[in-house]
C-alpha cells in the first residue's frame, strides 16, 4: 500500500543544526579588559547530522540515545522552539509538547491561573479551558494547592500540572522529553496508563526516554541517536536490544 504525505504527522527532512560555543566568555570587567582583542573565539558544535525520519499518524516513537547525543535538541526543532540549520521539519496536526519542566509557567501565578495561561499558548479558548479546568485539576491531584503560587510548587508539582495540562488540550500530536522521570512513582504510572489510553484514541506520540521497559512496552518504534547521527531506526525490541548490548 501507497504511503501518501498525508499519512504522516512528522516530516524530517535532511535536518543539521550546530551551536556555537564560546571558548573564552568573559565574565568580569576585569576579563572583557584583558581579553578585548582576543575573546569571543567560538567553535561551531554540530548536534544534528542529517537526520531524516517519516512519523505515521497514530506512531508512537522513542527517540533513544547516551547524554549528548542531540535526542532533546530534536524534539525542540519539532515543537518549533529552534529551527535548523539546514532541512526541514513538517508537522501536521495540533501539537503539544512537555519539553521543559515548567516552562511557560509564571512562578507568581497560582496553578489555576497558570492552567488558563499555558492551556491558552497550546490554542484553547476560555470557554474550552472552562470545560476541561475540572479534569486538569483531578489528574494533576493538586486540588490542595490549586491556589497557591507555583514557585511554592516542588518539581514534581510542577510536572504533574504541566502533563494535566498537556494531556487535555486535545492534540493530534505529543512530544514529551525527559520530565516522565520526575515524581513518584504513582504519578509516573499514571502518566504512562493516560499514555496508552492516548495511543488507543490513534495519537501520534514522540518520546525521549531512557526508561528502556517504558520503551518497548509502550513504542511502536525506536529510534537511536548516536553523536547527532541516527545509528538505527526500526522495531521496538530489535533497536533497544542492540542499544542496551552496545551500552552496557
Not at 529551527?83 to 509538547?97: A, C, D, F, Q, V
Not at 541517536?225 to 548490548?245: A, N, P, S
Request: hydrophobic share 40%; proline share 1%; charged share 30%.
Amino acid at each position: 500500500m501507497n504511503t501518501s504525505k498525508e499519512d504522516y504527522k512528522i516530516i524530517v527532512d535532511g535536518v543539521y543544526k550546530t551551536f556555537n560555543v564560546y571558548l573564552d566568555k568573559a565574565n568580569t570587567i576585569k576579563e572583557k579588559l584583558l581579553f578585548l582583542f582576543s575573546r569571543n573565539r567560538k567553535e561551531k558544535r554540530e548536534v544534528l547530522k542529517n537526520i531524516n525520519l517519516k512519523i505515521k499518524t497514530g506512531e508512537v516513537v522513542a527517540l533513544i540515545g547516551t547524554n549528548g547525543s542531540g535526542k532533546s535538541t530534536l524534539l525542540k526543532l519539532m515543537t518549533k522552539i529552534i529551527y535548523p540549520n539546514k532541512g526541514s521539519i513538517e508537522t501536521n496536526g495540533k501539537l503539544t509538547s512537555l519539553l521543559e519542566l515548567g516552562a511557560g509557567f509564571h512562578p507568581d501565578f497560582s496553578g489555576r491561573e497558570n492552567i488558563y495561561f499555558n492551556a491558552s499558548i497550546f490554542g484553547l479558548t476560555r470557554k474550552e479551558i472552562d470545560e476541561r479546568l475540572e479534569d486538569i485539576i483531578e489528574f494533576s491531584e493538586l486540588r490542595d494547592f490549586i491556589d497557591n503560587p507555583v514557585r511554592t510548587y516542588s518539581s514534581g508539582m510542577f510536572m504533574r500540572l504541566a502533563f494535566a495540562v498537556a494531556i487535555n488540550v486535545n492534540a493530534d500530536i505529543l512530544l514529551i522529553d525527559e520530565i516522565l522521570s520526575v515524581g513518584d512513582e504513582h504519578f509516573q504510572n499514571k502518566c504512562f496508563d493516560k499514555m496508552r489510553e492516548l495511543k488507543k484514541q490513534g495519537k501520534t506520540m514522540v518520546f525521549v526516554t531512557h526508561n528502556m521497559n517504558a520503551v518497548t512496552e509502550l513504542c511502536d518504534r525506536a529510534v537511536w541517536l548516536y553523536q547527532g547521527e541516527v545509528k538505527m531506526d526500526g522495531d521496538t525490541k530489535e533497536v533497544v536490544d542492540e542499544y542496551i548490548k552496545v551500552t552496557t
